[in-house]
Protein backbone atom coordinates (compact mmCIF):
# COMPACT_ATOMS: atom_id res chain seq x y z
CA UNK A 1 0.00 0.00 0.00
CA UNK A 2 2.67 2.48 0.56
CA UNK A 3 4.21 2.04 -2.82
CA UNK A 4 0.86 2.82 -4.62
CA UNK A 5 0.60 5.79 -1.77
CA UNK A 6 3.87 6.81 -3.14
CA UNK A 7 2.82 6.82 -7.04
CA UNK A 8 -0.68 8.54 -5.93
CA UNK A 9 1.24 11.51 -4.24
CA UNK A 10 3.82 11.87 -7.07
CA UNK A 11 1.05 11.81 -9.76
CA UNK A 12 -1.08 14.43 -7.90
CA UNK A 13 1.87 16.52 -7.74
CA UNK A 14 2.90 16.77 -11.30
CA UNK A 15 -0.58 17.37 -12.28
CA UNK A 16 -0.49 19.59 -9.75
CA UNK A 17 2.90 21.61 -11.31
CA UNK A 18 1.31 21.06 -14.73
CA UNK A 19 -1.97 22.80 -13.58
CA UNK A 20 0.50 25.48 -11.56
CA UNK A 21 2.44 25.94 -14.78
CA UNK A 22 -0.02 26.56 -17.26
CA UNK A 23 -1.61 29.21 -15.05
CA UNK A 24 1.42 31.29 -15.53
CA UNK A 25 1.73 30.65 -19.06
CA UNK A 26 0.62 33.42 -22.03
CA UNK A 27 -2.89 32.13 -23.74
CA UNK A 28 -3.20 34.31 -26.13
CA UNK A 29 -0.89 33.72 -30.02
CA UNK A 30 -0.21 36.48 -32.72
CA UNK A 31 1.36 35.32 -35.87
CA UNK A 32 1.89 37.09 -39.29
CA UNK A 33 3.88 37.58 -41.88
CA UNK A 34 4.40 39.87 -44.96
CA UNK A 35 5.51 39.86 -48.75
CA UNK A 36 6.33 42.28 -51.00
CA UNK A 37 3.78 42.01 -54.46
CA UNK A 38 5.01 43.67 -57.88
CA UNK A 39 0.89 45.30 -58.41
CA UNK A 40 -0.55 48.14 -57.37
CA UNK A 41 -2.54 47.77 -54.03
CA UNK A 42 -5.47 48.39 -54.61
CA UNK A 43 -5.41 45.66 -57.16
CA UNK A 44 -4.39 43.21 -54.76
CA UNK A 45 -6.82 44.54 -52.36
CA UNK A 46 -9.51 43.92 -54.75
CA UNK A 47 -8.38 40.43 -54.81
CA UNK A 48 -7.85 39.04 -51.37
CA UNK A 49 -11.28 40.47 -50.24
CA UNK A 50 -13.56 37.85 -51.99
CA UNK A 51 -13.17 34.99 -49.90
CA UNK A 52 -13.80 32.55 -52.72
CA UNK A 53 -10.32 34.12 -54.23
CA UNK A 54 -8.46 32.94 -51.18
CA UNK A 55 -8.87 29.07 -52.01
CA UNK A 56 -6.60 29.82 -54.67
CA UNK A 57 -3.88 30.53 -52.87
CA UNK A 58 -4.65 29.46 -49.05
CA UNK A 59 -2.12 26.47 -48.22
CA UNK A 60 -5.17 25.10 -46.19
CA UNK A 61 -7.53 25.17 -49.18
CA UNK A 62 -4.80 23.29 -51.20
CA UNK A 63 -3.97 20.48 -49.02
CA UNK A 64 -7.61 18.60 -49.84
CA UNK A 65 -8.31 19.14 -53.48
CA UNK A 66 -11.94 17.51 -52.59
CA UNK A 67 -12.76 19.55 -49.92
CA UNK A 68 -16.18 20.85 -49.77
CA UNK A 69 -16.69 24.65 -49.96
CA UNK A 70 -19.66 26.62 -49.54
CA UNK A 71 -20.54 30.91 -49.45
CA UNK A 72 -23.33 32.71 -47.84
CA UNK A 73 -24.06 36.66 -48.30
CA UNK A 74 -22.28 38.78 -50.82
CA UNK A 75 -18.86 37.48 -51.02
CA UNK A 76 -16.31 40.02 -50.62
CA UNK A 77 -18.53 42.52 -48.21
CA UNK A 78 -19.00 42.22 -44.39
CA UNK A 79 -21.24 39.23 -43.38
CA UNK A 80 -19.82 36.85 -46.16
CA UNK A 81 -19.18 33.45 -44.79
CA UNK A 82 -17.01 30.99 -46.65
CA UNK A 83 -16.90 27.54 -44.91
CA UNK A 84 -15.28 24.40 -45.87
CA UNK A 85 -15.83 20.50 -44.78
CA UNK A 86 -12.66 18.11 -44.99
CA UNK A 87 -12.10 14.56 -43.90
CA UNK A 88 -8.73 15.84 -43.96
CA UNK A 89 -7.18 16.37 -40.52
CA UNK A 90 -4.90 19.57 -41.38
CA UNK A 91 -7.96 20.93 -42.85
CA UNK A 92 -10.84 20.10 -41.15
CA UNK A 93 -14.17 22.04 -40.66
CA UNK A 94 -14.79 25.24 -40.75
CA UNK A 95 -15.64 28.69 -41.62
CA UNK A 96 -14.67 32.17 -42.18
CA UNK A 97 -16.43 35.60 -41.95
CA UNK A 98 -15.58 38.87 -42.96
CA UNK A 99 -16.32 41.29 -40.03
CA UNK A 100 -14.47 44.26 -41.10
CA UNK A 101 -13.24 46.25 -44.20
CA UNK A 102 -11.27 49.82 -44.25
CA UNK A 103 -11.88 50.20 -48.08
CA UNK A 104 -8.53 49.01 -49.89
CA UNK A 105 -6.81 49.02 -46.93
CA UNK A 106 -7.70 45.76 -45.05
CA UNK A 107 -9.78 42.79 -44.26
CA UNK A 108 -10.74 41.61 -40.98
CA UNK A 109 -12.49 37.90 -40.56
CA UNK A 110 -13.44 35.69 -37.81
CA UNK A 111 -12.34 32.09 -38.27
CA UNK A 112 -14.74 29.57 -36.65
CA UNK A 113 -13.20 25.77 -35.97
CA UNK A 114 -15.40 22.89 -35.72
CA UNK A 115 -13.40 19.32 -36.17
CA UNK A 116 -10.96 18.50 -35.47
CA UNK A 117 -10.99 21.24 -32.65
CA UNK A 118 -13.61 23.24 -31.39
CA UNK A 119 -11.44 27.04 -31.38
CA UNK A 120 -11.77 30.49 -32.54
CA UNK A 121 -9.66 32.58 -34.10
CA UNK A 122 -9.30 36.31 -35.52
CA UNK A 123 -7.21 37.34 -38.79
CA UNK A 124 -6.76 40.04 -40.70
CA UNK A 125 -5.19 40.99 -44.69
CA UNK A 126 -3.65 44.19 -45.49
CA UNK A 127 -2.63 45.87 -48.39
CA UNK A 128 0.10 48.97 -48.50
CA UNK A 129 1.25 50.87 -51.29
CA UNK A 130 4.94 51.08 -50.73
CA UNK A 131 5.06 52.22 -54.68
CA UNK A 132 3.43 52.82 -57.59
CA UNK A 133 3.39 49.38 -58.41
CA UNK A 134 4.63 47.94 -55.25
CA UNK A 135 2.36 46.24 -52.15
CA UNK A 136 3.57 45.29 -48.99
CA UNK A 137 0.35 42.58 -47.83
CA UNK A 138 0.27 41.13 -44.73
CA UNK A 139 -1.43 38.29 -42.78
CA UNK A 140 -2.30 37.91 -39.57
CA UNK A 141 -4.07 35.22 -37.37
CA UNK A 142 -4.43 35.75 -33.40
CA UNK A 143 -6.13 33.52 -31.32
CA UNK A 144 -6.45 32.13 -27.68
CA UNK A 145 -5.29 28.90 -26.39
CA UNK A 146 -7.93 28.06 -22.98
CA UNK A 147 -6.08 27.05 -19.85
CA UNK A 148 -4.95 24.36 -18.85
CA UNK A 149 -4.40 23.89 -22.80
CA UNK A 150 -1.94 26.52 -23.00
CA UNK A 151 0.65 24.74 -21.39
CA UNK A 152 1.08 23.64 -24.75
CA UNK A 153 1.66 26.88 -26.63
CA UNK A 154 5.86 26.33 -25.87
CA UNK A 155 5.56 23.01 -27.48
CA UNK A 156 3.04 23.65 -30.13
CA UNK A 157 5.84 26.71 -32.16
CA UNK A 158 2.38 28.64 -33.09
CA UNK A 159 4.24 31.12 -34.77
CA UNK A 160 6.56 28.47 -36.90
CA UNK A 161 3.61 26.37 -37.10
CA UNK A 162 0.73 28.98 -38.67
CA UNK A 163 3.25 31.31 -39.79
CA UNK A 164 4.84 28.57 -42.31
CA UNK A 165 1.60 28.09 -43.64
CA UNK A 166 1.07 32.05 -44.01
CA UNK A 167 4.12 32.60 -45.88
CA UNK A 168 3.26 29.58 -48.40
CA UNK A 169 0.23 31.39 -48.79
CA UNK A 170 1.60 34.78 -49.08
CA UNK A 171 4.14 33.20 -51.45
CA UNK A 172 1.38 31.45 -53.95
CA UNK A 173 -0.65 35.11 -53.66
CA UNK A 174 3.00 36.59 -55.10
CA UNK A 175 2.77 34.14 -57.69
CA UNK A 176 -0.59 34.70 -58.91
CA UNK A 177 -0.66 38.47 -58.82
CA UNK A 178 2.85 38.78 -60.99
CA UNK A 179 1.61 35.66 -63.37
Do not use: C
Not at 144 to 172: A, C, R, S, T, W
Amino acid sequence: MGVLKKILTALILIVSIVLIAAYFMPKNYAVAREITINKPADTIFNYVRYLRNQNEFSVWANIDPKMKSTYKGTDGKVGAVSAWESKVKEVGVGEQEITEITEGKRLEFDLRFKEPMNDTAVGFMSTEAIANNQTKVKWGIEGVMPYPMNIMMPIMKMDKMIGNDLQKGLENLKAKMEH
